[in-house]
């Protein structure tokens, strides 16, 4: 949930709240006024913090979360309950699985159902409580991943029985190739949605993610489900120029030395300098979830000046050639490890990744701070 400052460490996480929340806002605006737009705070808030990102979302007027487990669905609302914060609703992705039925009502969550079994388990104990139990209904439009296939949704088309007892607050869908604005299968899916959403005729709807936002209106429908944008990441690849970049990665320089050219830098010796050089040590490593991929690709900003990463990355340090940087730069205490020419989404070009990714395993070492929000 909220990462502790721990103090101490080497590399610091700074997340500030308030961009977060003006990237939600900004999110809201691009959809009618009568269009929800909730939070994805899945996997610990894109591992930047669900406790204090929610927190701040909360107190900014999102009244609707995202999760994917149950777990995490109740560490939030217990959380949400913990500072007093109440009409919220946190629905859980992954469903109402197995023997959770008891902690969803207890908790006050709403299963996302996946498929008939679920509707069914789902029904069976609304029934056994005499409750009305909320759900959302998720309809797979092409991801082949989660939510009712074709012949699914024809049969509870047919058999609507199957819903009594429930309260369908939102059926919804999930976009495959949003991030890409051209690619024809986000029309082919907004159309399959759009013909399942006619056989449930006043129930809102949902398709769009943080890609999907950015669509356009006919993408929105009642609510939309942004995560990566919230966290400053440009899910399409035009950048947005409202979108704030919401944390910032240093690590202390930890010793600045001179070398000779021939020397080699780091395990394995597979650096060989070739000129007499300054190297700084920057105490993050791949332990700190600095991947060891990024060797001889990353770049570092220290006192504004943009240093090479260099040699192999250890497990608690980087070496960076910092010989051409001025002396009054050299006497920076922190590097800033994703910074304007090296931001996130080139380093996860240079990991063959996503954005989602690095943030997700981000420092388990880092001292977090937060800034901003109710904080
Ligand atoms: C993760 C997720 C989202 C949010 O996606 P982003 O690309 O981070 O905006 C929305 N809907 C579902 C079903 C998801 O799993």
């Not at 609302?77 to 197995?98: E, P, T, W």
């Amino acid at each position: 949930m909220t990462k502790r400052q721990s103090r101490c460490a080497d590399s610091t996480i700074t997340v500030n709240l308030d961009a977060i929340v003006a990237n939600w806002r900004f999110l809201d605006s691009l959809s009618a006024p009568s269009t929800k737009t909730a939070a994805m705070v899945k996997a610990n808030g894109y591992g930047l913090g669900s406790g204090a990102v929610a927190t701040a979302l909360a107190a900014a007027g999102c009244p609707l979360f995202f999760v994917a487990s149950l777990g995490e669905a109740i560490e939030l609302r217990r959380h949400f309950n913990k500072i007093g914060i109440n009409d919220i609703s946190i629905m859980v992705l992954h469903g109402a699985q197995i023997g959770q039925e008891d902690a969803l009502t207890a908790h006050q969550l709403v299963p996302v159902l996946n498929d008939l079994e679920q509707i069914s388990r789902w029904q069976l104990f609304a029934n056994k409580t005499g409750m009305t139990l909320p759900a959302l209904l998720h309809f797979d439009t092409g991801m082949t991943r989660l939510g009712l296939d074709v012949d699914q949704a024809d049969w509870l088309i047919q058999n609507r029985g199957a819903l009594d007892g429930l309260g369908i607050a939102y059926v919804m869908s999930h976009l495959v190739s949003g991030e890409l604005a051209d690619d024809p299968v986000n029309a082919r899916q907004l159309a399959s949605f759009n013909e399942l959403r006619s056989w449930f005729a006043g129930v809102p709807a949902s398709l769009a993610n943080s890609a999907g936002c950015l669509l356009g209106t006919d993408y929105h429908f009642q609510m939309t489900r942004p995560g990566i944008a919230l966290y400053g990441v440009h899910p399409l690849e035009t950048r947005i120029p409202n979108l704030q970049s919401v944390f910032d990665w240093q690590a202390r320089i930890l010793q600045i030395r001179m070398a000779a050219a021939g020397d080699r830098v780091g395990y394995g010796g597979t650096f060989e300098l070739q000129r007499q050089s300054r190297i700084a040590t920057i105490g993050v490593g791949y332990a700190d979830g600095y991947r060891r991929q990024l060797g001889g690709k990353a770049t570092v900003s220290i006192g504004g000046n943009t240093a090479p990463v260099i040699g192999r990355i250890s497990m608690d340090s980087i070496t960076v050639d910092v010989t051409d940087l001025d002396q009054n730069s050299l006497r920076a205490e922190y590097a800033s490890l994703i910074h304007d020419a090296y931001p996130i989404e080139a380093m996860a070009a240079d990991l063959g990744t996503i954005s989602y990714e690095i943030m997700a395993t981000l420092g388990q070492r880092a001292d977090w701070h937060y800034q901003g929000g109710s904080f």
